[in-house]
Structures are given as structure tokens and as C-alpha cells.
């Protein structure tokens, strides 16, 4: 695999690599209570070991992509009830943000990507997409590592509701890490009541709602890692990898106005 990170340059290599059409992604992790059978570092393994696989594919697709080091502390007060998260606050998530994309705006660089493991940091990052656009302007955008949730066939049925320790992301962890995965801790852990609502949900829903994960009773995991496997995790990265490399060739021509 073809090393992208900026960090591995010296500065005036850095100045004398990065062009304006550079792409660089900036992974964004969290470290949070993820059941018994997966790690606190879930998210930032999936940010990071997906964003350097992308930005690999995405140079061999003909792309000019480099890669940030990760921020592994982020927006999880959904989590802080449970020991092992280590969390900072949106107002200081969003500073971090904006303090990174002053920084780049000091390079040849134009473009910013937001490479996303933690669904909590979401708001931030739209809030900071903006921020970078006006203060700095860069072209600024985010993707996410987009974990699907169990539909019964590809997967336990987890009801839509596959977002937090289910099996899309015990998949991915079982491939990325195994021997970091407990498959004898596998629990199902849909909450009924909330899978029958209509409208009410979590993000996309039509009517979201405040939650904190031990709201549900399941020891703060949503969906059912039973069933999850190496080879599911596999293709769910094959799929993260195609999808983000057509994204980011769609970015590196991107223009709002044409």
C-alpha cells in the first residue's frame, strides 16, 4: 500500500508535494464504550484504517489524495455514562476543526475531507464545513465510514437500527482487528418500541430525538452483532473503498457554480 500520510513528509516537502487539486482527508475517530465485545477504539480503527485503504485506491485511480493524522477524542457524551469514554465537547471538537483548517490553509492545498467513524460528531462536522468554507476558503466536505446495518439477508434483521456495536460494525472490526473482537460477548439488542415508530428515529428519521446510549436498556449497544463475520466485514470495506473512491473523484471536480 502506497504511503499517503502528510505527517511521514518534512515541511518543505509537504510545500513543495501538495498542489491546489490535493485532496487531503482528515480521519475522525472517537474513543467510546462499545459493548463488552468490541473495543473503545472501534470508531477511530475504522476511520483510520479505512481512510489510508481510500486514500491508496483513490492515488491509483489517478487522484492527488494525502491523508491527516487522525483526531481520536470527539463528540461521544452520548457514551459518557460509561466508563472508558473519553470525550470532549462539541464547542471544543468544533475549535479543533477550525484550528486544522487554518493550518492547511498555510499549504498549496485547497481541499479538506472529513473522514467520519463516529455518527456523534455529524453536527459538528457539518457546522465546521461552513466554518472552514468562510474563514479560509477551502472547498471543504465529509464522508463517513457508512456501515450498513443487518437487513436479514446480508446480516441479522437489525430493523434500521444497526448503529452502534451491531453487525455491519463488528463485521468490519472482525476484518480490520480481529483479536480485538469478543464474538462470545454477541448480544441482539434492538429496542421493539423504537423500531415500530414510523416517524420517530435517529438521524435521517423524520422526527430525531435526545438520547444517551444507555437509554435503551442493552448496555449501550444498538443491534445485533450475532452472525457478524470476517468475510462480511471484508466486503463491507470493498464497498466503503468503491463508493469512496467515485466520491472523491466526484469532489475533485466539484464546482458549485457550473
Given at each position: 500500500?502506497?504511503?499517503?500520510?502528510?505527517?511521514?513528509?518534512?515541511?518543505?516537502?509537504?510545500?513543495?508535494?501538495?498542489?491546489?487539486?490535493?485532496?487531503?482527508?482528515?480521519?475522525?475517530?472517537?474513543?467510546?464504550?462499545?459493548?463488552?465485545?468490541?473495543?473503545?477504539?472501534?470508531?477511530?480503527?475504522?476511520?483510520?484504517?479505512?481512510?489510508?485503504?481510500?486514500?491508496?485506491?483513490?492515488?491509483?485511480?489517478?487522484?492527488?489524495?494525502?491523508?491527516?493524522?487522525?483526531?481520536?477524542?470527539?463528540?461521544?457524551?452520548?457514551?459518557?455514562?460509561?466508563?472508558?469514554?473519553f470525550w470532549i465537547g462539541a464547542d471544543e471538537l468544533l475549535a479543533t476543526l477550525r484550528s486544522i483548517g487554518r493550518s492547511?490553509?498555510?499549504?498549496?492545498?485547497?481541499?479538506?475531507?472529513?473522514?467520519?467513524?463516529?455518527?456523534?460528531?455529524?453536527?459538528?462536522?457539518?457546522?465546521?464545513?461552513?466554518?472552514?468554507?468562510?474563514?479560509?476558503?477551502?472547498?471543504?466536505?465529509?464522508?463517513?465510514?457508512?456501515?450498513?446495518?443487518?437487513?436479514?439477508?446480508?446480516?441479522?434483521?437489525?430493523?434500521?437500527?444497526?448503529?452502534?456495536?451491531?453487525?455491519?460494525?463488528?463485521?468490519?472490526?472482525?476484518?480490520?482487528?480481529?483479536?480485538?473482537?469478543?464474538?462470545?460477548?454477541?448480544?441482539?439488542?434492538?429496542?421493539?418500541?423504537?423500531?415500530?415508530?414510523?416517524?420517530?428515529?435517529?438521524?435521517?428519521?423524520?422526527?430525531?430525538?435526545?438520547?444517551?446510549?444507555?437509554?435503551?436498556?442493552?448496555?449501550g449497544v444498538l443491534g445485533d452483532p450475532t452472525g457478524a463475520s470476517a468475510g462480511a466485514g471484508e466486503r463491507i470495506a470493498s464497498g466503503l473503498i468503491?463508493?469512496?473512491?467515485?466520491?472523491?473523484?466526484?469532489?475533485?471536480?466539484?464546482?458549485?457554480?457550473?
Amino acid at each position: 500500500m502506497t504511503t499517503r500520510d502528510l505527517a511521514d513528509l518534512s515541511g518543505p516537502a509537504l510545500a513543495a508535494t501538495l498542489t491546489p487539486d490535493s485532496i487531503v482527508l482528515l480521519p475522525v475517530g472517537s474513543i467510546e464504550h462499545h459493548g463488552p465485545h468490541l473495543p473503545l477504539a472501534t470508531d477511530l480503527i475504522a476511520a483510520d484504517q479505512m481512510s489510508a485503504r481510500l486514500a491508496s485506491a483513490a492515488v491509483d485511480a489517478g487522484l492527488d489524495v494525502w491523508r491527516l493524522p487522525p483526531i481520536a477524542y470527539a463528540k461521544s457524551d452520548e457514551h459518557a455514562w460509561a466508563p472508558g469514554t473519553f470525550w470532549i465537547g462539541a464547542d471544543e471538537l468544533l475549535a479543533t476543526l477550525r484550528s486544522i483548517g487554518r493550518s492547511l490553509a498555510s499549504t498549496p492545498a485547497r481541499t479538506l475531507v472529513f473522514y467520519n467513524g463516529h455518527g456523534g460528531n455529524t453536527p459538528v462536522l457539518a457546522t465546521a464545513l461552513r466554518e472552514l468554507r468562510r474563514l479560509y476558503g477551502l472547498r471543504t466536505f465529509a464522508m463517513s465510514v457508512a456501515i450498513p446495518s443487518g437487513d436479514g439477508v446480508d446480516g441479522p434483521d437489525e430493523r434500521g437500527l444497526g448503529i452502534h456495536g451491531g453487525w455491519g460494525e463488528a463485521s468490519l472490526l472482525m476484518h480490520l482487528r480481529p483479536e480485538l473482537v469478543d464474538a462470545a460477548q454477541f448480544a441482539r439488542a434492538i429496542p421493539p418500541t423504537l423500531a415500530d415508530h414510523r416517524h420517530l428515529g435517529f438521524a435521517g428519521a423524520s422526527v430525531e430525538f435526545g438520547w444517551l446510549s444507555d437509554d435503551f436498556g442493552f448496555d449501550g449497544v444498538l443491534g445485533d452483532p450475532t452472525g457478524a463475520s470476517a468475510g462480511a466485514g471484508e466486503r463491507i470495506a470493498s464497498g466503503l473503498i468503491a463508493d469512496g473512491v467515485e466520491a472523491l473523484q466526484e469532489i475533485a471536480t466539484f464546482d458549485p457554480a457550473a
